[in-house]
């Protein structure tokens, strides 16, 4: 079975105003992308360091706020944050945000989350580094409880709270989790506690390596979504596949104009690989 497409960052550079993420979110959805997927860096060290994805002036918005827009300009496709960095969000507020995205875009959202990687930027968020692990564990207990549970609590170390409640919940029960990341831990928290795994900028070796750990510490099925480090045509899908990759998540290259980025979004739209 072919893998769907997604396409990634439709909130940064030509894609980070008002016309642009509306242009590219309308021509994704009318070319049978199956989703959208939002990158998440609230600050990014400046000057730039090695490791960090972007220059510290690139235009880049916010990652929930801009769901709610593409929510607005679109009707079908799903939209996913991809992936936030979930131990630099207070969970309670992020819990009432993507509830909010989820009731209206008609139930579409997907809930991607990391532990982050970039040192500067989770120090200025007042995140430790050696927390951010255990940060993601508890803050996505605490979401789920708001979104699931007759009578919201949880007390860990990070985050506590009894006696409180939100609506609406999420139109989705459950809302679908996918945990991004490279790393042994990140495989064991996919397993553990989603019901995907997000890998980026993966070759074909590097995928089936990552998958190959995936595997050894899940006892069930994960729904695997890849962003792929190499420019797509049909036998190239097919190879993904064959390796078991579920969603290829086209990431949109920086500092296109509009013009050039909805080329790129035609040039690598579904209709082009998949049968």
Known sequence: MS????LHMPNGFAAADRQ?????????????????????HVVLPSPRVDGSPLEPDAPLLDAVVSL????????????????IVLPQRDPLVLAKQLASVDVLSGGRLIFGVGAGYLEPELRALGVPMPDRGSRVEE???AIRSLWQ???PAFDGRHVSFKDVDAHPRPLQRPVPVVIG????????RAAALADGWYGWMLGLRGTAAQLESLRAVSTRPLHISVTPARRLDAATVQAYADLGVDRLIVATPPGLSLAELETF??????AEFLT
């Open 181 to 188: 990341g490279h790393t042994p831990a990140a495989h064991r």
């Open 3 to 6: 893998p769907s497409i997604g």
């Open 149 to 151: 549970d007759d009578k």
């Open 20 to 40: 642009g993420a509306a242009r590219v979110a309308k021509l994704a959805e009318s070319l049978g992308y199956e989703s959208l997927w939002t990158a998440d």
């Open 68 to 83: 709610a827009f593409l929510a607005a300009h679109t009707e079908r496709i799903l939209l996913a944050t991809g992936i």
């Open 139 to 141: 803050h996505l207990a």
């Open 265 to 270: 979004v035609q040039q690598n739209a579904p």
